[in-house]
């Protein structure tokens, strides 16, 4: 089983994507701002690799206007060494990608001119892929779209227009159910037509199920049928409800229990899935660690290296629960070491274990720290202490101290997120 995350990491530095508007988008600029782009990807494949996470989503803003005929260069050619050095990390790794187009990328519109410039991105999204010398195992995931008062003619829309896409779009084309129009019973009848993966996505299927409810298991099993050998595995998204947000908002992180429910009523346990939440990352590590058949102590460990500030600004009792699971536990520890931290996460600051831990931090740089940084830290610490300033203002001063002296303990820590 490979377990991961979409587009961009979470405290992962010079991995973000840039942009820019469009009377700004000239070849220079746009050449400028692609090779930066694949400088963040690069990295972004170094960690996963580094962190054992072997499923990717390539942000679709890796080229700017990749689709849009503003975007004349040439990124394809002039970047083909880049591509070429990313792709081969990626293949040797076992790292399997995909991309995922955007809400405007509409195949089955009404609108020729929108299924036009879908057939477009496509082909841009597959271009991408093939720059890095991937097989069609890494896949382009797609919504079907809209009803258009029509369910039924939408469906068959689909169908025509895909005959549209060139052939290394459609070697790549897998579907997905969707949280408002198309059901997953509904793309595993298009799927089937048209003889192509669908992927099941958990929480669009409890909030837009079937009129004939079943098991997610049955789902899964159903979807499992329509890849083939030259797919790769099977993969399916996952997510959960972000319980004060509206209906298919992601939540913040994942929770483990409930994600560890889902795990153990798998069929598969060789299934791909893709986690999409808001840290990203964060809780692709989560899971991996605690879905691994034999307990990695050293990852575990590495992992409350970079929990523990933010678990003792929350928390002294959390932090010591911790530090007892790791000393006496003889079971497996990574689940209960994880419920820990999602408690300590949801308590609200506490003045007292905030300025306990900006202690610790500030522990890294008292012997280096000039006079002014100091006093400045002991003033905003006071000031912080009697309401006056934000805690968010300290943990700022903080991180710049931890980039300027280089403390890489404290960069690499989640305190900052």
Same mark, same amino acid.
């Given at each position: ?22 009377? +700004?988008?000239? @070849? ?13 990807? +690069? ?7 580094? +962190? ?27 970047? $083909? ?23 405007? *990328? ?15 991105? !496509? $082909? ?8 890095? #010398? ?30 549209? !896409? ?10 997905? +159910? ?29 909030? @837009? ?57 798998? #069929? ?24 691994? #058949? ?83 830290? *002991? #003033? ?38």
């Amino acid at each position: 089983m490979s377990i991961g995350y979409a587009c961009l990491a979470v405290g992962v530095p010079n991995t973000g994507m840039k942009g820019c508007i469009m009377k +700004n988008a000239d @070849n220079r600029r746009l050449m400028e701002l692609t090779g930066q782009n694949l400088k963040s990807l +690069n990295t972004l494949t170094e960690y996963n690799i580094k +962190n054992g996470i072997r499923l990717f989503r390539i942000s679709s803003d890796l080229i700017p206007f990749g689709s849009n005929p503003v975007n004349r260069t040439r990124w394809r050619e002039e970047y $083909a060494e880049e591509f070429a050095g990313i792709g081969m990390k990626i293949r040797q790794s076992g790292m399997r990608v995909s991309m995922h187009p955007g809400q405007y *990328t509409v195949l089955n519109s009404p609108d020729e001119g929108v299924v036009l410039r879908a057939v477009e991105d !496509l $082909a841009y999204h597959a271009a991408v892929l093939d720059a890095l #010398e991937l097989g069609p195992e890494h896949k382009i995931i797609l919504h079907i779209g809209g009803v258009y008062g029509d369910k039924e003619e939408a469906s068959r829309r689909f169908v025509r227009n895909y005959r549209l !896409l060139p052939e290394n779009v459609k070697s790549r084309l897998v579907i997905e +159910n969707d949280d408002r129009s198309f059901r997953i019973g509904d793309v595993l009848e298009i799927g089937n037509i048209l003889e192509i993966p669908v992927i099941f996505d958990n929480l669009h299927n409890q909030i @837009n199920a079937c009129e004939d409810p079943k098991s997610e298991e049955y789902w899964i099993r159903e979807c499992r049928k329509t890849w083939k050998v030259r797919d790769g595995k099977q993969k399916i998204h996952y997510s959960q409800q972000n319980r004060g947000k509206n209906p298919g908002a992601h939540s913040d992180t994942i929770g483990i229990a409930e994600f560890m429910d889902f795990y153990n009523r798998l #069929e598969d346990k060789t299934i791909d899935i893709m986690l999409e939440v808001k840290d990203k990352n964060l809780s692709a590590v989560k899971c991996i660690n605690c879905t691994m #058949e034999k307990t990695d102590r050293g990852r575990l460990e590495a992992e409350w290296s970079r929990y523990k500030y933010l678990v003792l600004e929350k928390a002294q009792e959390d932090y010591l629960a911790i530090r007892r699971l790791f000393r006496d536990s003889k079971s497996p520890i990574a689940v209960p070491f994880y419920e820990i931290v999602e408690r300590a996460a949801l308590r609200e600051e506490d003045v007292g274990n905030f300025i306990n831990a900006a202690q610790h931090v500030w522990g890294y740089f008292k012997d280096v720290a000039s006079e002014r940084e100091k006093s400045r830290f *002991t #003033e905003e610490l006071a000031k912080y202490e009697a309401g006056e300033i934000s805690g968010r203002r300290i943990k700022a001063g903080l991180w710049k101290l931890a980039v300027k002296y280089q403390r890489s303990y404290l960069l690499e820590s989640y305190y900052f997120l």
